[in-house]
């Protein structure tokens, strides 16, 4: 069993910044892969970054140069840092976790996950 917990979330004026991060304890594994998901209201649960063990990451295209996510496997932390953020970016966003590494960006293969902090971005 792995509990996340997210912190950083706020509310933040088109093009600031913001830098969340989530904390894994419990059961947790050294091959594990770690992302982050956001859904606003009326939409789909939606990957914008995730990153491996290994580091290697993902991004959809929506955020891929604005957004970045590290991970610190020795402190089971993950990062992501959202840079020149706008209004479409806000959204409620949940920190995941999975045990076996792989990067999905479907949130169903995904098996952990935090209880989310909100992000909104006015403008």
């Known amino acids: 069993q792995v509990q996340l917990v997210e912190s950083g979330g706020g509310l933040v004026p088109a093009g600031d910044s913001l830098r969340l991060s989530c904390a894994a304890s419990?059961?947790?594994?050294?091959?594990?892969?770690m992302g982050w998901f956001r859904q606003a209201p009326g939409k789909e649960r939606e990957c914008v970054a995730a990153?491996?063990?290994?580091?290697?990451?993902y991004y959809p295209d929506s955020v891929k140069g604005r957004f970045t996510i590290s991970r610190d496997n020795a402190k089971n932390t993950v990062a992501l840092h959202m840079n020149s953020l706008k209004p479409e970016d806000t959204a409620v966003y949940y920190c995941?976790?999975?045990?076996?590494?792989?990067?999905?960006?479907?949130?169903?293969?995904?098996?952990?996950w935090g209880q989310g902090t909100q992000v909104t971005v006015s403008s």
């Open positions: 990153i491996a063990w290994g580091g290697s990451t």
């Open positions: 419990g059961r947790t594994y050294s091959l594990s892969a």
């Open positions: 995941a976790y999975r045990d076996a590494g792989g990067l999905y960006s479907a949130a169903a293969e995904w098996d952990y």
